[in-house]
T-cell receptor
Framework: DQQVKQNSPSLSVQEGRISILNCDYT??????FLWYKKYPAEGPTFLIS?????DKNEDGRFTVFLNKSAKHLSLHIVPSQPGDSAVYFC???????????FGTGTSLTVIP | DAGVTQSPTHLIKTRGQHVTLRCSPI?????VSWYQQVLGQGPQFIFQ???????GRGNFPDRFSARQFPNYSSELNVNALLLGDSALYLC?????????????FGSGTQLSVL
């Protein structure tokens, strides 16, 4: 049962443009949502997070939006840079604090 | 500061064997979690330990076990290996068992079962 879903396996964007990565979830018991970036042969690296009580969080070029009614979150990267090319995982934490659920990832390619 | 360290980085085993994977968390982090990542999928939760106690267990068979030591390092043990256990095993630490909202991952141990 996939409780966190990323329906786009891949995304290509021109350098300087906006990248939008999407994620849907089913469990209303999630209290934190996170985005991780992963390069081959490395572990996932934390990028940005948002609490379920907020609808937006910004950190430099990265903004995460949360729509609780739609159970949807998105990551915006503006402007996109070639170094952003990686696999991005959406994750959600259960409010018991002990378990995170991950999506299947979206491979982002930023074309110079 | 050192991040989460895992050993070994790669491992090849045959079916039926046993394996032990090791993890050292970020200094000051008391919670360690283990995740399995199969190719093409996202990480799947196996265990969480906090202050040497198991705080959560994912949907994995009893062949999987773990423990946490007084220095907060951890071991993941898998018995009677199956071909389907081939995966990247990720260890993550966080600053608090129930309040840490961020996981910090190591580079993982790539396990191949032949």
């Amino acid at each position: 049962d996939q409780q966190v879903k990323q329906n786009s396996p891949s995304l290509s964007v021109q350098e300087g443009r906006i990248s939008i990565l999407n994620c849907d979830y089913t469990n209303s018991m999630f209290d934190y949502f996170l985005w991780y970036k992963k390069y081959p042969a490395e572990g996932p690296t934390f990028l940005i997070s948002i609490s379920s009580i907020k609808d937006k969080n910004e950190d430099g070029r990265f903004t995460v939006f949360l729509n609780k009614s739609a159970k949807h979150l998105s990551l915006h990267i503006v402007p996109s840079q070639p170094g952003d090319s990686a696999v991005y995982f959406c994750a959600a934490r259960l409010n018991t604090g002990n378990q995170f659920y991950f999506g299947t990832g979206t491979s982002l390619t930023v074309i110079p | 500061d050192a991040g989460v360290t895992q050993s070994p980085t790669h491992l090849i085993k045959t079916r039926g064997q046993h394996v032990t994977l090791r993890c050292s968390p970020i200094s000051g982090h008391k919670s360690v979690s283990w995740y399995q990542q199969v190719l093409g999928q996202g990480p799947q939760f196996i265990f969480q330990y906090y202050e040497k106690e198991e705080r959560g267990r994912g949907n994995f068979p009893d062949r999987f076990s773990a423990r946490q030591f007084p220095n907060y390092s951890s071991e993941l043990n898998v018995n009677a290996l199956l071909l389907g256990d081939s995966a990247l095993y990720l260890c993550a630490s966080s600053s608090s068992g129930v309040e840490g909202e961020k996981l910090f991952f190591g580079s993982g141990t790539q396990l191949s079962v032949l």
